[in-house]
């Protein structure tokens, strides 16, 4: 009965992780896919083709590049942004703390479609063309709101005290902040920047609305459904998790060896 | 430093202003374009004019009041499957992820990577009427015979469950990480059960973990479209088709901003209401 | 369409493109000198001059031009550019009409520019383009191949006498399904709204004129010309198929994954779709109604602002029968230029002989065009999209 107990949590962890990639598992499968006509709806037949030249499709690869910036760049501004907010929000009583509380979550009760159409309508009358540049600008715009709930979260739980005995030790405010509040607080601003980059390299409506000439990789996929999404696209998707997934792990055995070698 | 040390009192003002001076301009000016529009009357023939067309508001409620209802009702079960998927699963990233948790929270994420129209292409195909599972469910009788996953409001709620649950779990993940695992060991060491200290110290601690997920999830849920129209049939239209419509076919702008303020602020009503069962004057400290 | 067609395309388009459309162009330009290709009009300068711009920008849908997957560069559009020395940029943004016009309404109606030359938009989006005022005249003068024009789209109620458009694709909206999932033959669109065999199996698409046009067809009332007791109680038939779960959803081409999948057994479809699902599942059956189909057209529009002389130049490049044919062995949906036919054979003749794309007289008789001005009528909306789920 232990033995069940002790690992009940980490069997529905592994079956939520199993439910959260199923469909991830078929996107994969379908990349391997040999379609007869330019849809990828049911198997046909196994080919490495796809993976051979994954580039192949004029317009998806530059689509990719292009979201992955974006989503790099507006993740980032986002993060900063909203993790200044959180802090004066959580650390300070302020005159309309209450009021800016409120107001943090008004980007994201917004309907995309109106907040798209409002946002070009302001590009329109200020002169700028919609791009790249819109797109970004649009993007953080959402993301901020997202980044401060969750940085919110981690800094309510901090312990102050640690901050008080920095202080007590001699450090300035700003030694104990990048020191002891940043490193301590950087899980919860790492799961901001996180749920920022998925949100950015995912959105459709408020991109569609502001992206002018621009292609995004949702973008592309929008547009190619309607006559055919190449296997291609399924390719990309996969290669972009696998390069992050890669990334990650690599700096995960060089910690170790990093860890083996001090001790 | 010293500027800040004689000017405390400026110190969060000084960090608001970026964030917020960036929203000024690029949200409220928009949404002041909105409100502007929703008071519109008029059509894309003769022409849209500012003429305080309350009645905008009152139409939408009157008309769509049922497509409010329906999209309150899918967030908040969608929300409330989220947290019982997320919650154990980013306990389980938190204490036991180890060295691999950065890569744990990347396979959270992961769905993100490949569009929402390719994931959801892809479920359909799992639960597609003569798949596997949808025979298997059959046989244990879980589904009746002759029914179906798909086009139903099960499919739709489960389509804003799936693609909402990163929005749940890193928060919980950012809480939940935060907790120091001598707080239950000692709690442990005090006779009480696993249980107990599971109730008594960890759910407590990670409470503004578990406000900040639902927040993030029913939220945006309460306005999504895109999965009552692709997962649903007519009878699961959420307030959120009503708006994508007014907007685009029926060039309604009128409509179709007064139908978004109505939905903001239902959702802040309920956000509130919410807030204050939490007590979150604790939470937010 | 097969690697082995796109190439012996490039190969009879490197060889007879420079010899063959060069003289139409010329003629095309009055005989005298391309001395245009050089000039520096601006390239969204509302068009008064008979200059070719530096740069021609096009929005379109996607796919809906030849492309070489393998140099990843579009024939028909880098061999306008060698013959003109204009620079296209192609745009792929068109995904919808709708999301389209919502995109650039506010523009629009600010009378600025949308940074398009040249747009492509079916009938009914066209025609409150026109309506609206949105779009700038074609310069005929500048399109002689526009004789070329198939008879059937000469001169469409909203645009009769094509000052505004030029068609750039059609398409049929039918039936499409599988015989064997169906267990038989599918001859009427009454099989799709009541057939109890079919019952959760039949979707319909969530465009009206789609839609609506063949329940008004099935009633015998006429789609070119719409009445409001007619489209009422086509309304009527639809929202009682709703109801009663026979009709399972709404949608715009998701249909296809449906299909292929079994999910759906027969739906309201288009030709061009069913060309690529056939090509998976040969079983899979594209038919006209008995009762009558539709005929949609997407149209060439030039938006305020756009470059006239270049966009129209453009359009008649199009227009001549062996670009057509080029453009038409990759697309796929019924080409409106004359000729084009006879031209194709030469590249595959298997595509010449395909009734979804070359479709006969007795098709043609056999759909209708939906009633423009209805498929903009606020009020008809209202009540489709209340069915449909608002």
């Known amino acids: 009965m232990t033995f069940v107990r002790r690992h009940a949590l980490t069997a529905f962890a592994v079956a939520a992780l199993g439910y959260l990639l199923l469909p991830i598992a078929v996107v994969v499968l379908f990349s391997f896919n040999d379609p007869a006509g330019r849809f990828n709806y049911t198997w046909q037949g196994f080919t490495l083709e796809n993976w051979r030249d994954p580039f192949a499709v004029p317009g998806l690869s530059e689509a990719m590049r292009n979201s992955i910036q974006i989503a790099l760049l507006s993740s980032l501004a986002a993060t900063v942004l909203g993790t200044l907010i959180a802090l004066a929000l959580v650390r300070y009583a302020f005159r309309g703390r209450g009021a800016t509380n409120l107001f943090i979550f008004l980007p994201m009760t917004t309907p995309e479609v109106v907040l798209g159409a409002s946002l070009l309508t302001l590009f329109l009358n200020l002169g700028v063309s919609t791009g790249f540049g819109t ?75 502001n992206a002018g000439a621009t292609v995004t990789f949702p973008l592309y ?35 170790n060896r990093r860890a083996k070698g001090v001790t | 430093m010293s500027f800040l040390h004689r000017h405390r009192g400026a110190v969060p003002y000084v960090l608001l202003a970026p964030g917020l001076a960036f929203l000024g301009v690029f949200f409220v000016v928009p949404i002041y374009y909105l409100a502007n529009t929703s008071l519109q009357e008029g059509s894309l023939d003769v022409g849209y004019t ?35 998927i997320s919650y154990p699963l980013a306990y389980w990233i938190a204490f036991r992820g180890g060295r691999w948790r950065s890569l744990l929270l990347l396979l959270v994420i992961a769905p993100f990577f490949v569009t929402y129209l390719i994931r959801t292409l892809a479920w359909q195909t799992i639960l597609a009427d003569e798949g596997p599972v949808l025979s298997a469910l059959t046989a244990v009788g879980l589904v009746e015979e002759g029914g179906r996953l798909l086009a139903t409001s099960t499919a739709v709620v489960a389509g804003i469950t799936y693609n909402f649950l990163p929005f749940m779990a890193l928060p919980l993940y950012a809480s939940l990480e935060q907790i120091d695992g001598r707080l239950i060991e000692a709690a442990e060491d005090l006779y009480s059960s696993k249980l107990q200290a599971f109730l008594r110290v960890t759910l407590p601690l990670s409470l503004p973990g578990v406000f900040a997920g639902t927040l993030l999830t029913f939220i945006p849920a309460a306005g999504d479209f895109i999965n009552a ?57 | 369409m097969t690697d082995l067609t796109r190439r012996q395309l490039l190969e009879r388009a490197a060889l007879g493109g420079a010899a063959l459309t060069l003289p139409g162009f010329l003629a095309a330009c009055g005989g005298g000198g391309i001395e245009g290709s050089a000039t520096t009009a601006a390239t969204t300068a509302a068009g008064g001059a008979r200059e070719l711009a530096d740069k021609l920008t096009i929005s379109n849908w996607t796919l809906y031009i030849d492309i070489d997957e393998k140099t990843k560069k579009r024939p028909t559009l880098e061999q306008f550019t060698k013959q003109t020395g204009v620079d296209v940029e192609y745009i792929e943004d068109v995904n919808d ?26 009938d009914w989006m066209a025609a409150r383009m026109v309506r609206l005022g949105y779009v700038e005249k074609l310069d005929k003068s500048a399109i002689p191949n526009a004789k070329n024009l198939v008879d059937a789209l000469q001169s469409p109620g909203w645009d009769p006498n094509r000052d505004f458009s030029m068609p750039w694709q059609s398409g049929l909206t039918g039936i499409g399904y599988d015989p064997e999932r169906v267990g038989g033959e599918i001859t009427s669109v009454q099989q799709l709204l009541e057939d109890p065999k079919l019952k959760g199996k039949v979707t319909f698409l969530t465009e009206m004129p789609d839609t609506i046009g063949l329940l008004l067809q099935l009633d015998g009332a006429d789609a070119t010309k719409v009445d409001a007791a007619a489209f009422d109680k086509a309304i009527g038939r639809l929202q009682k198929a709703v109801d009663s779960g026979q009709i399972r959803q709404f949608t715009g081409n998701d249909y296809a994954p449906m299909l292929a999948r079994g999910d759906v057994w027969a739906c309201t479809a288009w030709s061009g779709d069913l060309v690529q699902l056939q090509l ?82 007795e098709t043609l008789s056999q759909v209708a065009i939906f009633d423009a001005e209805a498929a903009d009528n606020d009020e008809y909306k209202q009540k489709f999209q209340a069915v449909v789920g608002a």
């Open chain 3, 280 to 361: 998976e599942n040969p079983n899979l059956r594209f038919v006209i109604p008995e009762e009558g189909g539709m005929i949609w057209t997407d149209n060439m529009l030039i938006p305020k602002g756009g470059h006239v002389f270049t966009a129209s130049t453009f359009v008649n490049y199009v227009y001549d029968p062996k670009v057509a044919a080029q453009i038409e062995a990759y697309v796929n949906y019924i080409c409106p230029v004359e000729g084009a036919q006879e031209a194709i054979r030469d590249i595959d003749a298997s595509l010449a002989d395909n009734p979804l794309i070359f479709p006969d007289d």
């Open chain 2, 229 to 285: 129209e692709l997962l649903g049939t007519p009878r699961q239209s959420m307030i959120g088709n009503v708006i994508q419509s007014k907007f685009l076919v029926i060039t309604d702008y009128g409509q179709a901003a007064a139908l978004s303020f109505v939905l903001m602020a239902a959702i802040l009503v309920a956000v509130l209401a919410y807030s204050r069962a939490l007590g979150t004057e604790r939470l937010a400290r």
């Open chain 1, 135 to 209: 797109i970004v600008l649009a993007h953080i715009m959402f993301n901020i709101s997202f980044v401060v709930v969750t940085v919110r979260a981690r800094l309510v739980g901090f312990d102050r005290h640690l901050e008080e005995a920095a202080m007590d030790l001699g450090a300035n405010e700003w030694t104990t902040f990048t020191r002891v509040t940043l490193p301590l607080i950087a899980p919860g601003v790492a799961a901001g920047a996180l749920l920022a980059f998925a949100l950015s390299v995912d959105d459709f409506v408020i991109t569609v609305f």
């Open chain 1, 221 to 255: 996929v929008y547009g190619a459904a309607r006559v055919g999404v190449p296997p291609q696209v399924n390719v990309l998707g996969t290669l972009i998790f696998v390069l992050a997934a890669g990334l990650m792990l690599a700096s995960v055995l060089l910690q």
């Open chain 3, 97 to 122: 009409n709708d999301e389209w016009f919502g995109k650039n309404q506010a523009a629009l109606r600010a009378g600025k520019p949308i940074g398009r030359d040249l747009t492509v938009l079916t």
């Open chain 2, 50 to 84: 500012f003429a305080w067309a309350w009645s905008n508001y009152t139409d939408a409620i009157s008309t769509y009041h049922e497509q409010f209802v329906r999209s309150l009702v899918y967030a908040g079960i969608a929300t409330l499957l989220a947290l019982a």
